[in-house]
């Protein structure tokens, strides 16, 4: 599947700010890039790192005034949606050391508190069918609600609350996942046919030695994902920080199939 | 039914320490006090002050050194088990003033974020139908593990972590109920039948107006709780404040049946 | 001092919801009610009820639709700024039955947490002197900045945030105090000369045996401080609580002086 | 510096769990391991992993029954402690992709919230300077009392307590540098003359281009410290994770200085 990205973003800065911009569609097996561009007037240069994980790539920048930054891309996605139920999960002491922060809980996946609620609720069932019943479980009691939470929420206030955007799902995911042994990341994202469309939020699994790509909100086929960058969770993913303040004029996210 | 109770406490207090003791049998319409008498060495004048809401009577104390309470006391307690059922529950816009500060979020308590979950769990019934429904999802859903929770945990903290003492399984029917817009308070008490024996703690609700009396774990039988005092939640009903520091040597709790 | 105070409240209500208002004037020995007047309009019958402690009053109602009401009140305050310096407090375990739900922390004022830093910072002074540091240290080390916080904030967020509204800045005297044995409780209240008018939250602490008024932010002279209602922190002092959704429309609070 | 590093750790497994070890000393271009031994009775085979960032390694294994692990090592140390005030930070901007990790909030370091803090405690101070005068603050003020702190425990916790261990003291030095832009790790090392002996953890922070190591108790010369692993918080460099439950029998830890 052909995929046009295009995003629009403006900010106005009162104040000169360094910003971080994690907008870059990441190079992957499953996700070729035909072609990209970032350009950003009302900045100093633009300084590219990797992302985390050496997956993606962000770009540091000096904002002052009106910033106005325009990312557009066109990637060939070639991924069918996992079947998940075939695959199995390894005992934790036989993980690789790259996969080993993402058993840990974090900030906003407090992963060590779930876990008699996830043996409970899950622990009949092994490896992809286990991911897919917690995935199924977070669709049918949690309560899409924009605006429900904040750059505050962790997993544990959105299971309490029942409600939650994007972000809320994939901790909640992500965390269930963790409780029961299985690394689990964060992943920031373009999505075809997300309605409103906007950055997307979703999980990859550690499953049969690979990481597998879930959206735990349904709300986008996987087919037609693609990824920016991985993280711990939400505080690893954001498309944009400021190291100051500023206040959005502007923002657009448009996701258009080429092909088909 | 006659109860006989008996409580001994044995502190050491490093340094003086001002202390509130809660440990008297409150008299109320369904438990008569017999007899009662608490003594305490080790400690200057007593000074008894009422409960909260005028519910009970607790004791002001100067300690130093080794403290040792005994309070013991002989209660009739004429109550049967309250068919929560048949009762109902007004709007909250016909609630008495002395309710309102049980309809409230408290420290342990945080009812204004379960709203959506007691919707969706609980919102086909009503009144006391409402109430015996969530005890039995605490009863089935919560395991009570000795020591799994502290002095900070909160009913959010419980929910989450599925276990909890009796403490967390009141603070959770209390949450549950506020929730839903029904007045609810913690209570401290002696309870017959309780296994291991100990202080208790268990719920009044505010249906049909009066306040009738739940015990979460459903571990000890209704008809053989005698009250001490009442409140917003834990914060209120503590058997033993102390203002200062002081290390537990021994403790006590016996609920012995004189008649039957 | 003669004050004239008008509120009025213009709220849409998508669909019926209870609400209790608490916007009059309590009366009390400094502050003497001249005339005041509730009118609501798009609301079922008024039912007026106590408010906690038995100090002032509130409002319940059913709201449909666009809700629109209307506070005004003449009220002549007696009263001068308190000395605190000169107060002195008592050992807790003198303290009587009525302020002891003052001394407990409670969901914003966690003042358990505090004790070290209360210790440390203000151990030194006594009584009034303490009270009036603690006032000091607050308006030193912390900004008045709008929007800083929400519903959510406590005491220990603030503190570690430094900067609040003066919900917050009440909060933290409140829990100061409780941290050193001294009650306190918030106070909702009209203030004038406060810019921009708006609702205020002050603080009393118990000294010398009486409630004693302060206000952390030091926006609003004592002497022109008309006192709503108290409770133990944010939960109880709501001047409007809804039992159900609504978005406000439009919202003023004027405090006149008419004498002088 | 020679150090001689012997670890025992005794622990009983009721139920067969999965295990991580972090117990050996990291081979870093200040400490070079002269040899080292970890043997383990009451296991599976050992499989060891590289710890976090490449640094140190860690080792997984599965436990049932009675576990005795024992570590020895003799390490050179040749470290000077760091002169902090001479060295500067750069800009975010300008930083590496490597440590964007440690300049995010995480779990126990919530230096989102403690920015206003920072700047009005230090921002007056760049570069080395700026983070000596964190760690004096911490000595300063914090009081190290044993116990205080759990596994729940954050800085910002610990900052409203103004007391904890070591782990509550690296965690707020990061906590405060990240807050002013300074990248900062946890780091669990051996430490010399730490009394009583024990694991400890202090901190790196990214000055001048590199790491550099900060005791934030000061319990220990810095010259002494011999680092087992790094990570953004306590969350990743625990010295022993065990994925189920056990209990602890015994557990020492000797640093002995062999020459000198």
Chains 1, 2, 3, 4 share one sequence.
């Not at 052909?2 to 403006?10: E, W």
């Not at 971080?20 to 190079?27: K, M, N, P, V």
């Not at 373009?190 to 959206?215: C, I, M, Q, S, T």
Request: proline letters at 5%; hydrophobic letters at 45%.
């Amino acid at each position: 599947m052909r995929l046009k990205i295009d995003v629009t973003l403006d900010y106005n800065f009162p104040e000169p700010a360094d910003v971080l911009l994690a907008l870059d569609a990441a190079i992957l097996p499953d996700q070729h890039l035909v072609s990209d561009l970032l350009t950003v007037s009302g900045a100093g240069p633009l300084r590219p790192i990797a992302g985390e994980e050496g997956i993606g790539r962000r770009t540091w920048l000096r904002a002052e005034g009106a910033l106005h930054a325009v990312y557009t891309a066109t990637v060939d996605v070639e991924r069918k949606a996992p079947k998940l139920e075939g695959l199995t999960n390894a005992p934790v002491r036989d993980l690789p050391a790259e996969v080993i922060p993402y058993i840990w809980p974090s900030r906003y996946c407090e992963s060590d508190k779930f876990e008699a609620f996830v043996q409970a609720e899950f622990g009949g069932l092994e490896g992809g069918a286990k991911i897919a019943a917690m995935a199924d479980w977070i669709r049918g009691e949690m309560a899409y609600v924009s605006g429900s939470s904040d750059s505050q929420t962790t997993a544990a206030d959105a299971f309490v609350q029942r409600q939650g955007v994007c972000r809320d799902y994939a901790h909640l995911l992500a965390t269930f996942a963790r409780a029961a042994g299985v690394p689990a990341r964060l992943v920031s994202a373009y999505a075809w046919r997300l309605d409103p469309p906007d950055f997307h939020a979703v999980v990859e699994v550690w499953l049969d030695g690979a990481w597998r790509l879930v959206d735990a909100t349904g709300m986008a086929p996987v087919e037609g994902i693609v990824r920016i960058c991985v993280g711990r969770d939400a505080t690893d993913i954001a498309f944009m920080t400021i190291f100051g303040a500023a206040e959005m004029v502007a923002q657009t996210v448009t996701v258009t199939r080429l092909d088909g």
